[in-house]
């Protein structure tokens, strides 16, 4: 691991806003620490080619104070996935950040192997950045600034934590069996091992129920999961927050289909932290032309 001489006694703050809104956006409750969760069409459907897009307003506590952009370009078995954050409104007056992040990978059968994660973060005088390089689920190559400070109770991130893991915005690829129904309980039927450069946690989902929503691109029923994060290393176990997050039963997912396809995007999503309610909601979704007629009016 590489990390710059500067930043390695700088706080960390801004790398956990930059998580969480790519966990936030993108869908998987990772990097809240959580990360995300897109749905993406088995490897023989993306043969076709598809580009989805969402608009996503991020709020806490009913004020909204950021705007999310996702992108996801399928092109044969390979993906390139782009998250960015940015905040709005007073908020981004007086607490300006932006985040950005993309990931590229293939598409194997009912798995994603991503290649390369970059993530970047700036938040006044703080900046926060990965780069990660995979091969077959391993972390071949990274570097990371800043570099979590050393302490007694940390959990050590090992070679083998780095093993069979996807990156936050790979995480928000899931691709579905051939013939398989993207809004039944098996939808949700998920332990998703993720690695965002400083953290390795799982995110457990669960089905929860079924709902009907309307506007923002897209009419119809939408699957709702249940999603639990799970610390395995570079956290602090007796932290309040890793405490809290741990034992977090109100975090939700709601992934909409697209047309007739099995494929998922994120509709909404909503966090309970020990501050207030975070909501991440679709303000827009594009799908692709040949699939937009049939779901969105």
């Given at each position: 691991?590489t990390v710059?001489k500067?930043?390695t006694?700088?706080r960390?703050?801004?790398r956990?806003a930059?998580?969480?809104a790519?966990?936030?956006?993108?869908v998987?409750?990772?990097?809240?620490?959580l990360s995300?969760?897109?749905?993406?069409?088995?490897?023989?459907?993306?043969?076709r080619g598809?580009?989805?897009g969402a608009l996503?307003d991020?709020?806490f506590?009913?004020?909204?104070?950021?705007?999310?952009e996702?992108?996801?370009?399928?092109?044969?078995?390979?993906?390139?996935a782009?998250v960015g954050?940015?905040t709005s409104?007073?908020v981004g007056?007086f607490?300006p950040?932006?985040?950005?992040a993309e990931s590229t990978?293939?598409?194997?059968?009912?798995?994603?192997v991503?290649t390369?994660?970059a993530m970047?973060s700036?938040?006044?005088?703080?900046?926060?950045?990965?780069s990660?390089?995979?091969?077959?689920?391993d972390?071949?190559?990274?570097?990371?600034?800043?570099q979590?400070?050393?302490?007694?109770?940390?959990?050590?991130?090992t070679r083998?934590h780095?093993?069979?893991?996807?990156?936050p915005?790979?995480?928000?690829?899931?691709?579905?069996s051939?013939?398989s129904?993207?809004?039944?309980p098996?939808?949700?039927?998920?332990?998703?091992?993720i690695?965002?450069?400083?953290?390795?946690y799982?995110?457990?989902?669960?089905?929860?129920?079924t709902?009907?929503?309307?506007g923002?691109?897209?009419?119809?029923?939408?699957?709702?999961?249940?999603?639990?994060?799970?610390p395995?290393?570079?956290h602090?176990?007796d932290k309040?927050?890793?405490k809290?997050m741990a034992a977090?039963?109100?975090i939700?997912i709601?992934?909409a289909?697209?047309?007739n396809?099995?494929l998922?995007?994120?509709?909404?999503i909503?966090?309970?932290?020990?501050?207030?309610?975070?909501?991440?909601?679709a303000?827009?979704l594009?799908?692709?032309?040949?699939?937009?007629?049939?779901?969105?009016?």
């Amino acid at each position: 691991m590489t990390v710059s001489k500067t930043a390695t006694n700088a706080r960390p703050r801004s790398r956990a806003a930059a998580i969480g809104a790519t966990a936030l956006v993108c869908v998987s409750v990772a990097a809240l620490p959580l990360s995300g969760l897109v749905a993406s069409r088995p490897a023989d459907a993306a043969q076709r080619g598809a580009t989805i897009g969402a608009l996503y307003d991020i709020s806490f506590s009913g004020l909204t104070f950021a705007k999310g952009e996702l992108s996801v370009q399928l092109d044969g078995n390979a993906y390139e996935a782009r998250v960015g954050m940015r905040t709005s409104g007073l908020v981004g007056v007086f607490v300006p950040s932006k985040s950005n992040a993309e990931s590229t990978g293939r598409l194997r059968g009912s798995h994603v192997v991503p290649t390369r994660y970059a993530m970047i973060s700036k938040e006044a005088d703080l900046s926060s950045k990965v780069s990660m390089d995979m091969g077959r689920g391993d972390v071949r190559d990274l570097a990371v600034t800043p570099q979590l400070k050393n302490r007694p109770d940390r959990i050590p991130v090992t070679r083998s934590h780095r093993r069979n893991v996807v990156d936050p915005l790979s995480a928000a690829l899931m691709p579905l069996s051939s013939g398989s129904n993207g809004l039944s309980p098996n939808a949700c039927d998920r332990r998703i091992p993720i690695f965002d450069g400083w953290q390795r946690y799982d995110v457990q989902l669960s089905y929860r129920r079924t709902e009907d929503v309307s506007g923002r691109g897209y009419d119809g029923p939408v699957v709702v999961c249940g999603a639990r994060w799970i610390p395995v290393a570079g956290h602090r176990p007796d932290k309040r927050s890793v405490k809290y997050m741990a034992a977090n039963k109100h975090i939700e997912i709601w992934l909409a289909p697209v047309a007739n396809e099995p494929l998922l995007v994120p509709y909404r999503i909503s966090l309970r932290t020990m501050s207030g309610d975070i909501v991440v909601e679709a303000r827009k979704l594009t799908l692709p032309d040949h699939e937009r007629k049939q779901a969105a009016r």
